[in-house]
């Protein structure tokens, strides 16, 4: 079963957010291309595998693209995301990224709280973007089986967040019968928990399934 992995870089993330020109846009359109070439030759849906809040923003901004997108995945699982971007997240994942350090230790660095403040007037004219990205899942979201893996200790994207998003996405899939699972940890990092628990893609009696396995994951 094809299955794609998705974490995009901040940046490019960013500058799709606010309007989706540059390198953010041109791969937006250039993934919706992929998916549909994979459904081609193959003759079968994708599992789709998002890593934070840079994956969720990339996928929303192809359902804005192409709503129908959505019927090509077979199962998805959401890793560390989603919530709203805030000038803090933002910051925190900007500051992470170009530090080359994990987002509490980012937190604590003299450079944040000006790298906050710098992203505040980003954020406010993501805002509207992020309005339509959001508004979109929820209307156009993949009607597939759902993994959701968070941990407790993310200093990136808030779990309670998280956590409202997945009641919501359950109340979404129930009426189609579909199941949505999570796995949650006290003390992983952002993103970190698939060095601590691979994740396996398979298919079972036609029924796309997700399961747990213990060798280390490397992606």
């Known amino acids: 079963m094809p299955t794609i992995c998705i974490l995009p870089s901040t940046r490019s993330m960013l500058l799709a957010h606010l309007g989706f020109r540059g390198k953010g846009s041109k791969d937006v359109r250039e993934f919706n291309e992929i998916v549909t070439r994979l459904k081609a030759r193959h003759d079968t849906k994708i599992v789709l595998h998002l890593f934070s809040n840079n994956g969720f923003i990339f996928f929303g901004s192809s359902l804005v693209l192409n ?10 699982v959401f890793d560390s995301c989603p919530c709203p971007i805030t000038d803090e997240v933002a910051a925190t994942g900007l500051l992470s990224a170009i530090a080359r350090v994990n987002a509490e230790e980012a937190r604590r660095k003299g450079w944040w709280e000006p790298l906050r403040v710098v992203c ?11 309005t339509l ?6 209307t156009a979201f993949p009607r597939a089986p759902a993994l959701f893996l968070y941990s407790r200790s993310d200093a990136v994207v ?19 019968g579909l199941p949505v699972e999570k796995e949650q940890w006290e003390d992983a990092e952002h993103c970190d928990m698939l060095f601590l628990q691979g994740i396996l893609y398979s298919n079972t009696n036609s029924t796309p399934v997700l399961q747990a396995r213990s060798s280390k994951a490397k992606f």
Do not use: C, H, K
């Open 133 to 138: 990205i959001w508004e979109t899942w929820r």
């Open 67 to 76: 709503p129908s997108l959505g019927n090509l995945i077979s199962a998805i």
């Open 120 to 130: 505040s007037p980003l954020v406010a004219l993501m805002n509207r973007r992020q």
């Open 158 to 176: 808030p779990p309670d967040e998280i956590e409202r998003f997945i009641a919501a996405y359950e109340v979404s899939l129930s009426s189609a």
